[in-house]
C-alpha cells in the first residue's frame, strides 16, 4: 500500500511517502495508523497523538473505523489550515 | 466553474473581469481575497510556504464548490487558492461567487472560505525569528465551517 505524508507528520517521519506490506490484521484507517506507530520512533513520534492525525483515503477524508485495502491511497497529515 | 491551484500570483480586476463578461443576468459579485499577514501570534512572519495534496485538492474544492451550487442559486464560482514561497502582503486565496441576489453570493463566498478552510488539504509553514513552525488549525475555523451544518439541507 502506498502511503503519503504531509505538513510536520512529513518531516517527522522523515520521508513524504513509502511503500508498505499490510498485515492481514490491518482493516481499518485507525488499525492503520497504529500498526504505523511500531515501524520506527519517528514515526510513534510523529503519530503519538492520534487526534492530530487526519487520514485521506482514496483523497477523500475519512474517520478512524473506515476499511481500508491494499490497492488505497492513503494519506496522513495534520488538520488542514489553508485559506 | 472554475478551481485553480496554482503557485503564481493572480490579478484581481483581471480575474473580475473574465468572471462577469457576458453575465447579465448577474446582479451580484462577492469576492474574498485572502493576504499573507506580516505578523501572527504576536511574532514576525517574513515568509509562508504552504504545502498541498496534489489531486486531493483540487477534487475538495471542486466538492466544496458543488456543495455552495446545491444550497444557493449561483451563477458561476471560481476558486483559486496558491502553494508555494509567499511573503507578507502577497494574495493566496481568492474565492468569486455570482448569483442574481446578493445574499446568495455573500453567503456562497463565506460559506466557500469556511468549507476550504477546514477540508482543502493545505498547510502553511511560517518562516518567524525563532525559525520555522507549521500553523496549528484553529478552532474558531471548525466552529465557522461547523455553523453551516444543518443548513440548507
Not at chain 1, 499490510?22 to 503519530?47: C, F, I, M, N, Q
Amino acid at each position: 500500500m502506498k502511503i503519503l505524508y504531509f505538513a510536520w507528520l512529513r518531516s517527522k517521519i522523515g520521508v513524504p511517502t513509502e511503500t508498505v506490506e499490510l498485515p492481514a490484521e490491518v482493516a481499518t484507517a485507525g488499525d492503520l495508523v497504529e500498526w504505523l506507530k511500531t515501524r520506527s520512533p519517528r514515526h510513534a513520534e510523529a503519530l503519538a497523538n492520534s487526534k492530530v492525525v487526519k487520514v485521506a483515503v482514496n483523497q477523500e477524508h475519512v474517520p478512524y473505523d473506515h476499511p481500508i485495502s491494499p490497492t488505497d491511497e492513503v494519506a496522513l497529515f495534520p488538520p488542514v489550515t489553508g485559506g | 466553474m472554475a478551481i485553480r491551484v496554482q503557485a503564481e500570483d493572480f490579478d484581481v480586476g483581471a480575474e473580475y473581469a473574465a468572471f462577469t463578461a457576458g453575465r447579465t443576468g448577474v446582479g451580484g459579485v462577492a469576492m474574498f481575497v485572502g493576504l499573507v499577514r506580516d505578523i501572527a501570534g504576536g511574532e514576525a512572519v517574513s515568509a509562508m510556504t504552504l504545502e498541498h495534496y496534489p489531486g486531493m485538492t483540487e477534487k475538495q474544492l471542486e466538492a466544496i464548490e458543488m456543495e455552495a451550487r446545491r444550497r444557493w442559486p449561483l451563477d458561476d464560482v471560481l476558486v483559486i487558492h496558491r502553494h508555494g514561497r509567499l511573503e507578507p502582503g502577497d494574495r493566496i486565496v481568492m474565492v468569486a461567487t455570482a448569483s442574481a441576489h446578493r445574499d446568495a453570493a455573500f453567503e456562497s463566498c463565506r460559506f466557500l472560505m469556511d468549507w476550504l478552510k477546514t477540508k482543502a488539504p493545505f498547510w502553511k509553514l511560517e518562516a518567524t525569528p525563532e525559525g520555522e513552525r507549521w500553523v496549528e488549525a484553529k478552532e474558531s475555523d471548525d466552529a465557522a465551517a461547523a455553523r453551516w451544518a444543518g443548513q440548507g439541507d
